[in-house]
């Protein structure tokens, strides 16, 4: 049995090496150089569009090589050949890929293409020692324009058995122009008010919105394809059936970038603007319109992107260039970038929302206006003005929100009284004061508390911590609790001193004559 299992592995270590051996085999050889195909010898592509093959060579033998490629066919005015490198140097036990590009011609017609790529091999040290390998590939191309083109075809699909005058490419033209139109008539007088009557009677009205956004694009697309599916007809130049399919192409990709935003405007940003007005929270009425201005800048960058695809752009150079714009854009707009992201923070952590006062560090107390996403407007209750601050300058400073968890606010009053002053009694006029006024809050929870604070030069020093019921009467408690105060302390014979000194003065005569 042990020596079954030996027998199977080993079977199964040989077929895998048959394998190993088989997929990494050269596709040409000469020996000393070896070509190995990368992917697919045989591909497809459509007209004006570039199709790329890939060898890597490699120098398994002792002694430096230079390396030219070339093909048996030639650039002419369907397509043009192109090598990445012209030619390659490979030392000994190097390898390196080189790639032949074909580029057809957008009028180029259906056709399949043999090319025998050709690897011309010299010997660095030993110029007369020259040989070549070769390999063969092929390449099949898909016309842009339909494959009825100049075909005597009703629509480009049923033969043209009409008498005359209609028996020929034109009259095959005039026919499938009419029956286009009758389809666009048909669905403007009969689909479109029929889809319309039906989806009224639904209960939502997102088929509605649907209906009316893709009710202009959808028409407009009908009639581009059948202009451009007629023409096709006529027995016209390649040439000027290419540049007509292009110009439907560049049409039919602005017609559905239209549509897409349309949509993504109708239905995604009108129902997140419904959303947004049922809920408590700041973040979705910011966010809406900031998806809304984005759909206006990412569709339209795909739409142009496509469409320099369609002129033979390459894509992946056009998204690095839009890529470094990115950021240099971004390097030169830090200060913005900190702010949106700073105001970004601050939507989802929720600081403080519009209505709240806040604290700044310099004590000003300012109403939250307006949440930005570059800045915050505040409101100074006391001066009057309206204060903009960036977004980053609120995230990376001490801010003190007034009004959470409610507008409930201790403040604290000071007052001095002359030395020798009953200090009992002081503390009791003091509580009694505060709670005389209507403004401040007298339950066991919020009890204003009287502290004896500080021994100072000429006074002893009071003070009081009052619950206010709301922080806008603060400044108004403070001051009638000043004048309530006072009376008390004159009805009760206790004096408010002003600062004074004791100055002592020595006789120097009589300190000489002793």
């Not at 009081?464 to 009760?492: G, H, M, P």
Request: glycine share 6%.
């Amino acid at each position: 049995m042990r020596s079954r299992t030996v027998l199977n592995l080993a079977g199964l270590m040989l077929l895998g090496l048959l394998v190993f051996t088989a997929a990494f085999a050269p596709t040409a050889s000469a020996g000393q150089v070896n070509a190995f195909m990368v992917g697919q010898d045989e591909l497809t592509t459509v007209a004006g569009t570039p199709a790329s093959f890939e060898w890597i060579l490699y120098n398994n033998d002792t002694v430096p090589y230079v390396i030219t490629p070339s093909s048996d066919q030639t650039s002419n005015a369907e397509f043009s050949v192109d090598f990445d490198q012209s030619y390659l140097t490979l030392y000994p036990g190097e390898s390196e890929s080189i790639i032949m590009t074909v580029t057809t011609v957008r009028e180029m017609p259906e056709s399949a293409t043999v090319f025998e790529v050709r690897f011309n091999i010299t010997q660095m040290n030993e110029l007369g020692n020259t040989f070549s390998i070769s390999d063969t590939v092929r390449l099949d191309v898909v016309p842009v324009f339909g494959a009825g083109a100049g075909d005597n075809k009703i629509l480009g699909i049923w033969d043209n058995n009409l008498p005359w005058p209609l028996d020929g490419n034109a009259g095959a033209f005039v026919v499938s122009v009419g029956i286009w139109a009758v389809i666009a008539l048909f669905v403007i007088l009969v689909a479109d008010p029929l889809l319309h009557r039906l989806t009224s009677k639904t209960a939502t009205e997102l088929d509605d919105i649907i209906l009316r956004i893709i009710r202009g694009p959808v028409l407009l697309l009908m009639v581009l394809y059948g202009a451009v599916r007629s023409l096709e007809i006529l027995n016209l130049n390649r040439v000027l059936i290419a540049d007509l399919e292009l110009a439907y192409s560049v049409a039919f990709i602005l017609a559905i970038a239209w549509l897409s935003y349309k949509i993504y405007a109708g239905v995604i940003v009108f129902y997140g603007h419904k959303l947004a007005a049922k809920t408590d929270s700041e973040v979705d009425d910011v966010l809406v319109p900031i998806f809304e201005k984005l759909g206006m800048i990412v569709i339209p960058i795909i739409a142009l992107a496509v469409i320099l695809g369609l002129f033979g752009y390459n894509l992946t150079v056009i998204l690095a260039g839009l890529g470094f714009m990115g950021i240099v854009i971004g390097y030169a707009a830090q200060a913005t970038l900190a702010n949106f992201f700073a105001g970004m923070q601050m939507m989802f952590d929720r600081p403080f929302k519009l209505g709240d006062l806040l604290r700044l560090d310099n004590g000003d107390i300012c109403e939250v206006r307006h949440i930005g996403m570059r800045a915050t407007e505040l409101y100074n209750t006391f001066t009057n003005e309206m204060v903009i601050v960036p977004n980053n300058d609120i995230a990376n400073k001490k801010i003190v929100n007034m009004v959470q968890p409610d507008r409930r606010l201790k403040i604290a009053v000071g007052v001095d009284v002359a030395y020798g002053s009953d200090v009992d009694l002081v503390l009791r006029l003091m509580k009694e004061a505060a709670q005389s006024l209507p403004e401040v809050m007298n339950d066991p929870d919020h009890e204003t508390v009287v502290r004896f604070s500080d021994f100072a030069d000429s006074s002893l020093k009071f003070t009081a911590f009052i619950w206010v019921v709301d922080l806008d009467l603060q400044f108004k408690v403070a001051s009638d609790y000043r004048a309530e105060l006072l009376r008390r302390f004159d009805n009760n014979g206790i004096e408010i001193p002003f600062p004074q000194s004791v100055v002592w003065l020595r006789d120097l005569s009589k300190a000489e004559g002793d």
